[in-house]
C-alpha cells in the first residue's frame, strides 16, 4: 500500500477530499458525500434498532457537559472550545489593529459557553438524566454528529472535524452488555458484506499523560473497547472504522441515571465513523465508484 501522504495526495488530486492548508480539515466532494449517505442509509436499514429513539445534536455541546462528563480528564489534548468576541468598540479596534499588524488577535476572544462535540454520544447521557429513570425494557438512542479532536495529522482517515453514527444503550447491565456484543457481530457482517477485509480487536481510549497509560491498561484488561479494523493508510496499522464500548456505569454514576429500581444504569454505545469508512471503501474498491462491484453498491444505494 502506498504511504498515508500519498493516500491523501490521491484523494486530493481525485478531487475526493479538498484541502484545505490545515491537516485534517478537508471538504468533501458530492461524489464523497453520496458515499457517506450510503453507508448512512445502510446503518438505518440493515443496522436499524427497531424502537430507537432518533435524535440529532449540532456539532457543539455547553461547555459545562464537557466539564462534567470527565472529557477534559481523559482527553485534555482533544478538547476543542469555542472563543469569541465579546467586546466593545474599543476592544474592536484592537482587534483589527492586531489583525492588521499580523499580531496574535485571538488573546481578545473570550470562552463562551461551548464546547465541540468530541464524540455523537455526549450530549445523549445529560438528556437521559434529565428525564428521569430509564424503565428495566432499557433505552436505545440513534445519534449523529460532527465531532471535534484536536488530532492534526496527514493521515486521511485521522481528521479534526469527522462524522459519527452512534447507537447508545441505557440499561441494566446485562442487556447492556449483550447489546455491545451483538453490534460487534452485526457491525462484522455488516461492513464485511460491503467488500471490506475486517479484523475486530480490544482496543483502547488515547487517554492523556501517565496516568492515562494507567487508564488504557485497566480498559483493555476489562475488554470494555473493542474496534472494527480495516486497512487503509497501511495494511500495518489498519484503521478502527467502527467502535464498540461499554462503559459500565461510569455515565451513569457522572449524570446519575438510574433504573427504575434506583439502581445505577449502565451504558454502551456502538460509533460508526462515516468518514473513515467511506475512505477505506475508495481504497479497496478504487476511487470511481461506478466502477465498484455490484453487490457493494446494491448495498449502499438499493432500488
Ligand atoms: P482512534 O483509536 O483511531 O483514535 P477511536 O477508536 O478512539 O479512534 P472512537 O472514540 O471510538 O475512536 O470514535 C468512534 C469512531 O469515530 C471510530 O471508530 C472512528 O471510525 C471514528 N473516528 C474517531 N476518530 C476519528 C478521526 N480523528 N477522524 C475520523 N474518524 C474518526
Ligand atoms: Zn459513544
Given at each position: 500500500?502506498p504511504?498515508?501522504?500519498?493516500?491523501?495526495?490521491?484523494?486530493?488530486?481525485?478531487?475526493?477530499?479538498?484541502?484545505?492548508?490545515?491537516d485534517?480539515?478537508?471538504?468533501?466532494?458530492?461524489?464523497?458525500?453520496?458515499?457517506?449517505?450510503?453507508?448512512?442509509?445502510?446503518?438505518?436499514?440493515?443496522?436499524?434498532?427497531?424502537?430507537?429513539?432518533?435524535?440529532?445534536?449540532?456539532?457543539?455541546?455547553?461547555?459545562?457537559?464537557m466539564?462534567?462528563?470527565g472529557?477534559?480528564k481523559g482527553?485534555?489534548?482533544?478538547?476543542?472550545?469555542?472563543?469569541?468576541f465579546?467586546?466593545?468598540?474599543?476592544?474592536?479596534?484592537?482587534?483589527?489593529?492586531?489583525?492588521?499588524?499580523?499580531?496574535?488577535?485571538?488573546a481578545?476572544?473570550?470562552?463562551?459557553?461551548?464546547?465541540?462535540?468530541?464524540?455523537?454520544?455526549?450530549?445523549?447521557?445529560p438528556?437521559m438524566?434529565?428525564?428521569g429513570?430509564?424503565s428495566?425494557a432499557?433505552?436505545?438512542?440513534?445519534?449523529?454528529?460532527?465531532?471535534?479532536?484536536h488530532?492534526p495529522?496527514v493521515e486521511?482517515?485521522?481528521?479534526?472535524?469527522?462524522?459519527?453514527?452512534?447507537?447508545?444503550?441505557?440499561?441494566?447491565p446485562?442487556?447492556?452488555?449483550?447489546?455491545?456484543?451483538?453490534?460487534?457481530?452485526?457491525?462484522?457482517?455488516l461492513?464485511?458484506?460491503?467488500?471490506l477485509?475486517?479484523?475486530?480487536d480490544?482496543?483502547?481510549?488515547?487517554?492523556?499523560?501517565?496516568?492515562?497509560?494507567?487508564?488504557?491498561?485497566?480498559?483493555?484488561?476489562?475488554?470494555?473497547?473493542?474496534?472494527?479494523?480495516?486497512?487503509?493508510?497501511?495494511?500495518?496499522?489498519?484503521?478502527?472504522?467502527?467502535?464498540?464500548?461499554?462503559?459500565?456505569?461510569?455515565?451513569?454514576e457522572?449524570?446519575?441515571?438510574?433504573?427504575?429500581?434506583?439502581?445505577?444504569?449502565?451504558?454502551?454505545?456502538?460509533?460508526?465513523?462515516?468518514?473513515?469508512?467511506?475512505?477505506?471503501?475508495f481504497?479497496?474498491?478504487?476511487?470511481?465508484?461506478?466502477?465498484?462491484?455490484?453487490?457493494?453498491?446494491?448495498?449502499?444505494?438499493?432500488?
Open positions: 500500500m504511504t498515508e501522504n500519498s493516500f491523501r495526495d490521491t484523494l486530493f488530486d481525485a478531487g475526493l477530499l479538498i484541502a484545505s492548508g490545515v485534517g480539515i478537508y471538504g468533501r466532494s458530492g461524489e464523497f458525500e453520496s458515499v457517506v449517505d450510503g453507508i448512512d442509509g445502510l446503518i438505518s436499514r440493515d443496522g436499524g434498532m427497531p424502537g430507537a429513539e432518533v435524535v440529532r445534536f449540532p456539532p457543539a455541546m455547553p461547555r459545562s457537559v466539564e462534567t462528563s472529557y477534559l482527553f485534555p489534548h482533544l478538547a476543542g472550545t469555542v472563543h469569541c465579546c467586546g466593545d468598540d474599543r476592544a474592536h479596534k484592537k482587534l483589527l489593529q492586531c489583525l492588521e499588524a499580523g499580531e496574535d488577535w485571538t481578545q476572544q473570550q470562552s463562551v459557553d461551548l464546547a465541540l462535540t468530541p464524540a455523537a454520544c455526549y450530549p445523549v447521557y438528556m438524566a434529565l428525564r429513570p430509564v428495566a432499557g433505552h436505545i438512542v440513534d445519534v449523529s454528529s460532527y465531532c471535534f479532536r488530532e495529522s486521511p482517515t485521522r481528521m479534526q472535524m469527522f462524522r459519527m453514527r452512534e447507537f447508545v444503550c441505557i440499561g441494566a446485562a442487556s447492556v452488555l449483550a447489546f455491545r456484543d451483538m453490534w460487534s457481530e452485526r457491525g462484522r457482517v461492513i464485511g458484506a460491503l467488500g477485509p475486517v479484523a475486530i480490544v482496543a483502547n481510549d488515547p487517554f492523556f499523560g501517565r496516568g492515562g497509560k494507567i487508564m488504557a491498561e485497566s480498559q483493555r484488561d476489562q475488554a470494555l473497547k473493542y474496534e472494527l479494523l480495516v486497512p487503509v493508510n497501511s495494511t500495518e496499522s489498519p484503521t478502527a472504522c467502527l467502535s464498540f464500548n461499554y462503559h459500565m456505569d461510569h455515565f451513569s457522572i449524570w446519575d441515571l438510574r433504573m427504575e429500581d434506583g439502581s445505577l444504569a449502565h451504558t454502551a454505545c456502538v460509533g460508526f465513523g462515516f468518514e473513515r469508512l467511506t475512505l477505506a471503501l481504497r479497496h474498491h478504487g476511487l470511481d465508484r461506478s466502477a465498484w462491484p455490484q453487490h457493494v453498491k446494491t448495498a449502499l444505494w438499493p432500488s
